[in-house]
């Protein structure tokens, strides 16, 4: 029998949870069975008590942490069976009198993968097979893939951590994966001298006999979505072998075997007999170095289902996330937005009366009866290092960093820097396998086609050929996210919360500048980043070994060789096309009291302002492009210039535009788009390269490999 070492069975929680009994107990919490006292339902109550050994003042501190993750554990719960549910979170006073804080999860019964591996080798049992593996490993992928798209790192997955609703050999057994966000509460914990200590050894914020090399050491750089992919690869890996994924029995022995890199753990080299393409993957999924990973759970599954012949599953095909991410709870590390507000406007040029303003008006049950039964959704005492062994140094608990997702398969990788020094204005794109994009890109075969549009604007005028080479493109629009990865760790320039430079009066910039995603970094982390200058997104671009894209590949991204009217096709802009201005952002006008927009189509695409990239997938480009025409107009490489009027039968080969100018070229439309003309591919419009404005976002491009 456990003692109830905190005092708090027969009590009451929050007025609503009666505590009756402890289930278990480890270095950091205590885990009780409570019953809901209106829905006579059983819930695991976790007890952060590791918290009372710290002073008051830290302890207050890291409650609030610990509470900002039990909401996080929450929001992605509800986006995924896959995840646990947690209920509730607060504070209570344990019988010393010790304020700590709580989660009150949901209650579980079942086995964690640890269990039936132990009791399966007991037996005797087979290891799996790669369909076997992928089919139960495929709920946490899933958990992973949507943490991941927030920005979210688990940084403990392991088989303790994964837990079965059925049996371990059933065939689509319900799988549960626990434990999101306590892996950095611990970090949090360490940082601040916490007695966070038992007689084995030192407790540590992740399992090292499934830690990515970062975690061992920070000269390996942070943790973050990879980390996850490292371990995740080591799991699958065990149950293709039936044992541990690495070989060592200290601390010391296993952060060697993480990042050795002449041997590296795959199923190959564990003794499973696999095709190159299952080995290829499992060799970029356990790269010592993180940039040579793949950069999330989604990329990794996608080809790992692949390589073994399943197909990809849509749940990791490219965008899909992005895509079930437009609903009022959005990606990366979503919050549930509040009212979006509108983006602010440049002036108008005098190449055409009309001339938009880029962000103005113009514009599975449990089975019962399972011998062993696990209650808490998250572990209940850390993991234990070796006695007698110390850490190399605590994973950094920094946001993650740019990822080069240009790496391909590789057998190894060097203990690098954390992070490279960005490379210079020439440096050239690197690229991933020969012949093909970087992870997250499009590829565009290049062509023959005529830019601009004769019957269009002045600025549109003459329509000219062009020839190009075949480049790479963005699939979706830089995010808020993406864009806080490379500024988090000082590679960009943070992102603006306000507006600046032409096109605001002063009325207005209280409504416009809360439209700068900066500002809610949670709840618009799959937004386009927008309030960022000229200079600040081609930094990020170079920063990440891509480039801006010239003005010629932006618009043949768009339209193609055929001379589309829009990215899409010919057919008029609507609420299914894109995210321009219907009677939602007429109506969001009218309540923030700026000038009034008039709507584009009498139909309302539900984003009053930006939305999350990727939803409106009906307004792809041919190439599979989103995003090319609304919610946020995209800087491109080159200064804004009359174009060349060429003799009509030889094509210009790869223009850039002027050497030098005062104005940079914007493509695309926004979210307050008011003219269908604004949409089309031809369309330009300039801004000075110093403004930063609500309504202009861009994307990257990159040489194919």
């Known amino acids: ?72 554990l929450a929001e992605l719960s509800e986006k995924s069976a896959s995840i646990c549910q947690a209920r509730d979170v607060g504070v209570l006073t344990t019988a010393s009198g010790v304020s700590v804080p709580y989660m009150v999860l949901e209650w579980l ?108 050491s920070r000269s390996h750089g942070p943790t973050g979505p990879w980390t996850d992919v490292f371990s995740l690869a080591l799991v699958a890996v065990e149950l293709l072998t039936g044992r541990a994924p690495l070989e060592g029995d200290s601390f010391i022995q296993l952060g060697f075997a993480s990042a050795d890199t002449k041997v590296r753990p795959t199923p190959r080299a564990r003794g499973v007999a696999t095709s190159d393409a299952v080995e290829a993957v499992f060799l970029r999924a356990l790269a010592v170095e993180r940039t040579e990973r793949y950069a999330s759970a989604a990329a990794f599954w996608h080809d790992l289902r692949q390589a073994v012949g399943l197909g990809a599953a849509s749940a990791f095909d490219s965008g899909a996330f992005s895509a079930r991410s437009s609903q009022a709870f959005v990606d990366v590390t979503g919050r549930t937005s509040v009212v979006e507000a509108g983006a602010a406007r440049p002036a108008t040029t005098t190449t055409a009366a009309t001339a938009p303003n880029p962000a103005a008006p113009a514009q599975s049950p449990a089975r019962a009866g399972l011998a062993r039964v696990v209650v808490a959704c998250v572990v209940l005492g850390g993991v234990l290092a070796f006695g007698g062994y110390r850490l190399f140094g605590p994973s950094s608990a920094t946001p993650a960093p740019p990822v080069d997702a240009n790496a391909g398969p590789t057998a190894s990788g060097s203990a690098k820097a954390a992070a490279a020094p960005p490379p210079s ?41 062009v020839q190009l080479p075949p480049y790479c493109m963005d699939v979706f629009e830089v995010t808020t996210a993406r864009y806080i990865a490379c500024s988090d760790v ?8 306000t507006n600046a430079g032409e096109g605001i009066n002063s009325s207005e910039h209280d409504a416009y500048d809360l439209l700068c995603n900066e500002r809610d970094p949670a709840g618009h982390a799959q937004h386009p980043v927008n309030c960022v200058t000229w200079e600040m997104a081609d930094v990020f671009c170079r920063s990440n070994h891509l480039r801006l894209p010239t003005e010629a590949e932006w618009e043949f991204a768009a339209r193609g060789s055929d001379g589309r009217a829009y990215p899409w096709g010919d057919a008029p802009p609507s609420a299914h096309h894109l995210n321009a201005c219907g009677v939602e952002c007429a109506e969001w006008a009218r309540k923030a009291k700026v000038e009034p927009i008039p709507p584009m189509y009498a139909e309302d695409d539900h984003w009053p302002n930006t939305a999350p990239v990727g939803s409106f997938p009906e307004g792809k480009s041919k190439f599979g492009i989103m995003d090319l025409a609304g919610n946020v107009w995209e800087w491109v490489s080159d200064w804004y210039g009359p174009y060349a009027k060429g003799d009509g039968v030889n094509a210009v080969a790869g223009p850039t535009g002027p050497e030098s100018g005062t104005r940079r070229v914007i493509r695309g439309g926004a979210w307050n788009g008011s003219q269908a003309s604004w949409e089309r591919p031809s369309f330009r419009f300039s801004k000075e390269p110093t403004d930063r404005n609500h309504g202009i976002g861009f994307r990257c491009a990159a040489n194919p490999g």
């Open 109 to 216: 019964e079942g086995e964690s993968l640890e269990d039936a591996l132990q009791r399966e080798q007991a037996a005797n049992a087979p290891p799996r097979t790669l369909v076997e593996t992928v089919r139960l490993l495929e709920p946490v992928a899933d958990a992973l893939a949507l943490a991941h798209e927030r920005g979210i790192a688990h940084r403990d997955v392991k088989p303790a951590n994964i837990f079965l609703l059925g049996g371990a050999r059933d065939d689509r057994c319900p799988v549960k994966l626990l434990d999101f966000g306590i892996a950095k509460v611990v970090q949090d914990i360490q940082k601040s001298g916490g007695a966070f200590t038992k007689t084995s050894g030192s407790i540590t914020s992740f399992t090292p006999a499934y830690a990515a090399p970062e975690q061992f």
């Open 1 to 72: 029998m456990i003692d109830d070492t905190l005092g708090l069975v027969g009590t009451t929680i929050a007025e609503k949870y009666d505590v009756v009994g402890v289930v278990g107990e480890g270095g950091f919490a205590v885990v009780y069975r409570a019953e809901h006292r209106l829905w006579k339902r059983a819930v695991a109550l976790k007890v952060f008590r590791a918290l009372a050994d710290l002073p008051t003042e830290a302890r207050e501190e890291l409650t609030q942490n610990f509470i900002r993750e039990g909401a996080l």
């Open 425 to 465: 204005a020439s440096a050239a794109p690197l690229s991933a396998t020969a012949g093909k994009c970087p992870e997250g890109m499009a590829y565009v075969p290049g062509g023959s086609f005529f830019m601009g549009f004769d019957e269009g604007l002045a600025g549109e005028r003459p329509a000219h050929k």
């Open 490 to 497: 000082g590679w960009c320039k943070r992102a603006a919360t």
